[in-house]
């Protein structure tokens, strides 16, 4: 995991003695007396051998870092370079030994930078960054680096790769430059009057009163490297320089809550290597502690985190779905407001909301949930042939879902149709084959990839993916905020465009009456519009209906797909001489034919061998297979088709039955009952058109309908017309109540 850790050391020590540089070089490379370091150490060996150099010399501290000498068994160097004068041969442990030996008693013979570099990034990726840094801030200087990688001491199997950096803090001049100086004159006292006859000068970024400020710059400097390496590789994790407290202000402060809440920890120590080969230390066992106590709440945090966000996910679906069908619902009114005006604000208000609609669809398709963000997580930690192997077990999950599917939707024809039961009876088999066949290939991709996942669900490995993936999540937080705002800004229009659509029908149909010839009248102007729009699709279902493909058309491409389109390039031929067979002799004519004949005839023998059968259902199967979406989509269209047309049968039957009625009904008008008010909107407006369609159904005996519709005739009482069979049923019930008292 991406981690910022970032020390620089001195070879002063605070009493005032000097760490040997030539020691402290063998000590990192792992060289000289220190090749031993890393089995010393795992088992807690004489320190004499295995601890660091404490106060000998810089180049023995740059066998350490180098893995060389003593140090070479110690393991984890992977990469060393220098940079250095002529006279050191390219070899940093003779530099620094000449430190070790000119520098002044006591002086300052190195210093060392070392920081963590990202177990992400592969090694010439972790290079870059350490070039980087250096080009930016030791250029100007002679020094020697080592990348070590390996699993950290204190870590839970976890690789921690870092760099250790050696270097003088003399600052290369003109001089130098120009004639590099004997390393018995490079490290004397600088001479301010005649700088060739002195050493190179120390540099004031490390010893100056604001030193302190340039290694504020050096933190930096070397946090905005390590992201530059981390977005250039596509890795989702960032790292800072500033303090926890800092960072997590700054969270705070942005809303981002789930940062500001890891971030809110105990910081842990730097723990040496001299305390790591004690067996009993003290500051070992609590930082131990701390990082366990540390690492169990991150988990905590990031579960949580994780949970939530499925959670979210499934209400906002939810709503998706509510917010989808209540807006299918008002608008359906749209056909029943006569007023120009409000149609003008209708019109007005449904692009609104249908804007709304479409930019909420939009951020759902940019937006990361946590199924997605552990996948994605997963494969950052994959290298390019891992990555592969898994595409490739996707790619045959998802195939063999679509057999799947096209098996579940093989219909067999009737039959009489015998070359559509035909064709049927050869594809369905070779369906069954290719399933057998995909089966097989993902029983191998899964033993080819399983050492992957083994690896993957090892304890720190799961719990980096599991953090990398939260970070995934997080930083889509914002198209989620923006999906919530838009639902529930579209929730609220759809509110007041509900109620207004209410409050319209209720003041333009109270008291509303209908005669029966009005709701004939309004049942056709219904049916006028169901069939434009039954015809407007089934243009829509011709023009698909191409793209759709039968069994005996899969079979008949299939076939020329077999011989190559030499069944296509027959029938172009056949139509080009259906043109100019006129034009030919009786003889030319017949032997024109009789070639077509013999090409169709040795076609036919080739696709009716038994490999040319079998590649054939084969081929056939696997067309049906790619046309299934459209073909699925087709019957949905197929099906509302129908429907719209049953729609249209009932509602002419119900204008017939009204029309025959209507002489009948002379002089009675109809009046339907208020519908009732659904608190989340979801009752039926009192359009005319939901008049008309009661009324209708009422005069041809519903019985369900007449409870809703009242009958006026000019003979009854005022009070008493416009009752409801049901309320004059109540009313009478009500009367004999009072009668009994």
């Avoid at 069908?325 to 019109?347: C, G, K, L, V």
């Avoid at 030499?566 to 070639?595: C, G, I």
């Amino acid at each position: 995991m991406a981690m910022y850790h970032f020390r620089i050391k001195s070879s002063k020590r605070p009493k005032g003695n000097s760490v040997s540089a030539a020691e402290h070089s063998d000590y990192i490379n792992r060289t000289g007396r220190y090749k031993d370091y890393d089995q010393k150490e795992k088992g807690h060996g004489a320190q004499s051998v295995s601890s660091p150099p404490a106060d000998t010399s810089a180049a023995s501290h740059l066998q350490y870092i180098n893995r060389e000498s003593v140090f070479q068994k110690r393991g984890g160097c992977v990469y060393s370079k220098n940079h250095l004068p002529k006279w050191a041969d390219g070899s940093a442990k003779t530099f620094f030994t000449a430190a070790d030996k000119y520098e002044r008693f006591n002086g300052e013979r190195y210093k060392e930078i070392e920081f963590s570099l990202p177990n992400e990034l592969n090694l010439d990726e972790q290079k870059k960054i350490v070039d980087e840094f250096i080009n930016q801030h030791l250029q100007d200087f002679y020094y020697a680096y080592a990348i070590h990688d390996k699993i950290g001491s204190m870590s839970d199997g976890e690789r921690q790769p870092h760099v250790h950096i050696m270097f003088s803090t003399r600052e290369i001049d003109d001089v130098e430059r120009e004639k590099e100086r004997p390393p018995e004159l490079f490290f004397r006292q600088y001479n301010g009057k005649n700088p060739a006859k002195g050493g190179c000068r120390k540099s004031w970024k490390w010893n100056s009163a604001d030193r302190k400020k340039y290694l504020m710059r050096l933190r930096r400097d070397y946090a905005k490297i390590q992201n530059e390496a981390l977005e250039r590789n596509g890795i989702n994790l960032r790292v800072d320089h500033r303090t926890l407290e800092a960072q997590r202000e700054e969270a705070l402060s942005s809303g981002n809550y789930f940062i500001a809440d890891l971030l809110d920890k105990k910081p842990e120590k730097s723990v040496g290597p001299v305390e790591l080969i004690k067996s009993d230390s003290k500051l070992v066992h609590t930082q131990k502690k701390l990082r366990e106590i540390n690492h169990q709440r991150e988990q905590t945090i990031i579960t949580s985190f994780m949970i939530k966000d499925a959670m979210d996910r499934d209400k906002m679906e939810e709503k998706s779905q509510d917010l989808k069908q209540r807006q299918e619902r008002i608008f359906a009114s749209e056909p029943d407001i006569e007023d120009a005006d409000e149609q003008a604000y209708f019109t007005e208000e449904k692009q609104k909301i249908q804007e709304m609609y479409k930019d909420m669809v939009a951020f759902y398709g940019i937006t990361i949930w946590a199924p997605r963000a552990v996948e994605m997580a997963s494969l950052d930690t994959m290298t390019t042939e891992e990555k592969e192997l898994w595409q490739d077990l996707k790619s045959y999950g998802k195939e063999k879902r679509e057999w799947e599917i096209l098996k579940s939707r093989m219909i067999e024809p009737p039959g009489d149709d015998v070359e559509a039961l035909e064709a049927y009876l050869k594809i369905c088999p070779e369906i069954d084959k290719e399933l057998d066949k995909i089966n097989l290939k993902i029983r191998q991709a899964a033993a080819d990839i399983r050492p992957v996942f083994e690896r993957l669900k090892l304890p720190h490995n799961k719990a980096s993916i599991l953090k990398r993936a939260a970070f995934y999540v997080n930083d889509n937080r914002l198209a989620k905020t923006e999906i919530r705002k838009l639902q529930r800004n579209m929730d609220s229009k759809l509110k007041a465009l509900d109620k207004h659509i209410k409050d319209y029908f209720a003041v333009r149909q109270k008291n509303r009456e209908y005669s029966a010839e009005e709701v004939a009248s309004i049942l056709n102007a219904s049916i006028s519009r169901q069939e434009t729009a039954e015809k407007r699709l089934a243009k829509e279902l011709y023009h698909m209906r191409k793209r759709v493909f039968s069994y005996p058309r899969a079979i008949e491409m299939a076939k020329n797909n077999y011989v190559q389109g030499a069944f296509k390039q027959l029938r172009a031929d056949k139509r080009e001489l259906k043109k100019r067979e006129d034009r030919l002799s009786p003889e030319e004519r017949k032997n024109a034919w009789q070639e077509i004949d013999r090409r169709e005839q040795e076609l036919e023998a080739r696709c009716n061998t038994a490999v040319g059968r079998s590649k054939i259902e084969a081929i056939a199967a696997g067309i049906l297979r790619k046309n299934a979406p459209i073909a699925k989509e087709y019957n949905e269209l197929c099906a509302k088709h129908r429907a719209l047309k049953d729609s249209i049968i009932q509602t002419k039957y119900q204008s017939q039955r009204v029309t025959t009625r209507a002489p009948r009904e002379q002089g009675n008008k109809f009046r339907v009952a208020p519908s009732s008010s659904g608190g989340g909107g979801g009752s039926i407006y009192p359009t005319p058109s939901r008049d008309a369609d009661l009324i209708s159904k009422a005069l041809s005996g519903g019985a369900k309908e007449a409870q809703l519709v009242a009958r006026s005739k000019p003979d009854e009482p005022d009070d008493w017309k416009w009752l409801s069979e049901a309320e004059k049923d109540d009313l009478r019930h009500d009367m004999r109540s009072i009668d009994r008292y």
